[in-house]
């Protein structure tokens, strides 16, 4: 797990929060704790892009429901080419609109967006799929990784692991596919669970770059 492991579910953590903290009284506070999870990420040396295959099939379409401090989000994600290619919305749904925004990661950068913005940010990207049946001994130990066997979830028999560290959390996975993810950050807990799942007939056009949305590079 190591690095590449925290590194995403610090990720993770940071864009649930963020998205719920959307119209609540108490974003300055939440800001807070994912400026802290910002500098986290950052100590963090970026992993290589050297797997060629991060998931084991081809292809798929899943959407997510999130739970946190009270507000429900939803992420809507495809990915083609074992996963060299991914496309994701993640949003709220305020007044009955939209509100979050987009991303691709396309030739090993991510493109993001916010709805209905002509300007996005691009910046190097370094993908890492955690394998739980290949984590290291020294891992299980200094993460507290505890396999608690499978779990049916849509229909996919998924691998439950509990983790100690850096944050408490329980995940589910398939075909390294994240399922479920329940964590408790400052004192919410936050759940993350899919509820449509497809492997075939995926848009392709999904993964092309919008032509009116001019990117930026960014740090």
Excluded: H
């Amino acid at each position: 797990m190591g690095k590449n492991m925290k590194k995403i579910f610090l990720i993770g953590l940071a864009l649930t929060i963020s998205l719920s903290a959307c119209n609540k009284p108490k974003q300055a506070d939440n800001q807070k704790e994912i400026q802290a999870l910002t500098k986290e990420i950052k100590k963090l040396s970026e992993p290589k892009p050297t797997d060629k295959k991060y998931f084991a099939i081809e292809s798929a379409y899943v959407k997510y429901k999130n739970l946190a401090a009270g507000q429900e989000l939803t992420r809507e994600w495809w990915f083609d080419q074992y996963g060299k290619r991914q496309y994701e919305e993640n949003y709220m749904i305020f007044m009955d609109q939209k509100t979050g925004g987009k991303t691709i990661i396309l030739e090993g950068y991510q493109y993001q967006w916010d709805y209905d913005s002509k300007e996005g940010t691009k910046r190097k990207f370094y993908q890492s799929v955690t394998d739980y049946d290949k984590v290291s001994e020294n891992d299980i130990k200094r993460y507290g990784i505890t396999k608690q066997g499978y779990e049916n979830i849509l229909g996919k028999s998924c691998l439950k692991v509990s983790i100690e560290k850096p944050a408490k959390s329980t995940v589910w996975t398939w075909n390294n596919i994240p399922m479920k993810t329940e964590a408790v950050f400052a004192g919410n807990k936050v759940v993350m669970e899919a509820v449509e799942i497809k492997t075939e007939n995926i848009d392709k056009t999904l993964f092309n770059l919008p032509s009116d949305v001019t990117f930026l590079e960014a740090n």
